[in-house]
């Protein structure tokens, strides 16, 4: 029998999830767990002194059906094996609780396993399943999965609690008034309050259960609760006084000049903002600037469509001797005035065996990294390249000539790569890599992330094939 083989010959059993086993007919062998994030069942498939004992393999694929109590099987392995006494090739056939399975074209040689589904009996009532998009459970601040999610009002937007506390905070630093609402950091309505929601928090553990790759580094978790002072529910913003039908008249010589530090809102540099003229908060320094729609000057990253104050103030002739609340220009510059010197952190989704073959690749091609980009970046403003795994806003509308903050540059770099480590042919990879075999679920592996031996052994630049006929 001809079936995939394991990544670890002992894989560790799934912890979350599991819905369904395999149960030998023989006790001296383990069972087999089934669980939902991880359809392919890698097992034993022979006894002990049979040919191929005490190896594990993929041999078959096991899914939910359309009820509590029945499921699918299809074969994986290259031979037949038996459903319920019917010999199986590679077509998908219906399982029930109960249903005889035997990994190979017989039984001699062969365990022989009973189907089981675990729980079923009020899973659907215990097991509600929300279907949401994981890009409409991620922070605007950070953009990453939420942490300890908050939710403001009136707009009801989320975010983490550690960013949008330190949000809170810078928001406050030149406000006489520390109770004065805040900007929602997403739609810039005034924030009137702020909770943790214990809802959207238990979500939250479920995508983190179901896509363990989302899952932040234990140091970046601990800065995020440093910066957390959402404990409960918090008031923002001074409140009516119920007792009067109407407010008192605000004095007239009260300014808010001192509560919105935009330097152009004291004339500076020769212009004075309007009266009532909508400013944008910078994601960077947490600053003001005046919104200037009609400017050339970008004011907006294309890739993630954050305020960023850099480029405009610099266009000004302002920089950080001016006024401290102001970014360094080289936190949003155009792709074309980005430096680069080294790989970013994140590049191949953190696979640190992939970034060391992109690495060794770009040294034999005996040019810079910068030389390297430049020409990917022509192949791109040519259109020569699939966008579609670009994980940037406007994908279509961006150019050398558009502004990315570092965040966005970082991941059009990844994209830039993976294109590159693509089109290379086999025989220039480095030896340890031109004769690894592609993973089947390419560079959306999640095990890839956890399980070390699985991202060293296969390769994963490369578009996922499961599935695929």
Known sequence: MDSGECSNSKPPAPTTGVWAKLVPTDSAYPEVAVAEDDAVVCSL??????????????????????????????????DAIIVDGRVIQQEVVDIKPGSQIVPGPQKEGHLVYTFDITAAKDHDKNNVKIVLDIENAKCSICLNLWHDVVTVAPCFHNFCNGCFSEWLRRSSTNSRDKS??????????????????????????AILQAFSSLQRSDEEIAMLESYASVKSNLVLGKQKNQSRKRPLPRPSDESDDSELPCPQCTEFVGFRCSPGVAHLQCNGCGGMMPARSNNSIQQKCLGCDRAFCGAYWYSQGVNSSHCSRICNQETFRRISQHDISGLPETLHGGNPFEKDITERCIQQSGKTLQAVISEWITKFDNKELDRSRLQ??????????????????????????????????????????????????????RTQHHRPDHAKKLNHVCRPTRGNP
């Not at 739609?187 to 214990?198: D, E, I």
């Not at 592609?438 to 560079?443: A, D, N, Q």
Request: with cysteine; charged share 20%.
């Open 45 to 78: 498939v022979a006894p002990a002194g049979a040919a191929g004992a005490g190896e594990e393999l993929s041999w078959c694929e096991i899914r939910r059906g359309g009820d509590a109590s029945s499921a699918t099987i299809r074969n994986l392995s290259s």
């Open 180 to 205: 004065q609402s805040a900007a929602c950091p997403q739609c810039r309505t005034a924030v009137q309050s702020v909770g943790r929601n214990h809802f959207l928090h238990n979500i939250e553990e």
């Open 392 to 445: 940037l806003n406007n994908v279509d509308t961006i150019t050398s000539r558009t502004h990315l903050c570092n965040h966005c540059y970082d991941k059009f770099i990844d994209f830039l790569l993976y294109w590159f480590r693509v089109s290379m042919p086999r025989n220039l990879l480095p030896p340890d890599a031109a004769n690894r075999d592609s993973c089947w679920y390419g560079f959306m592996c």
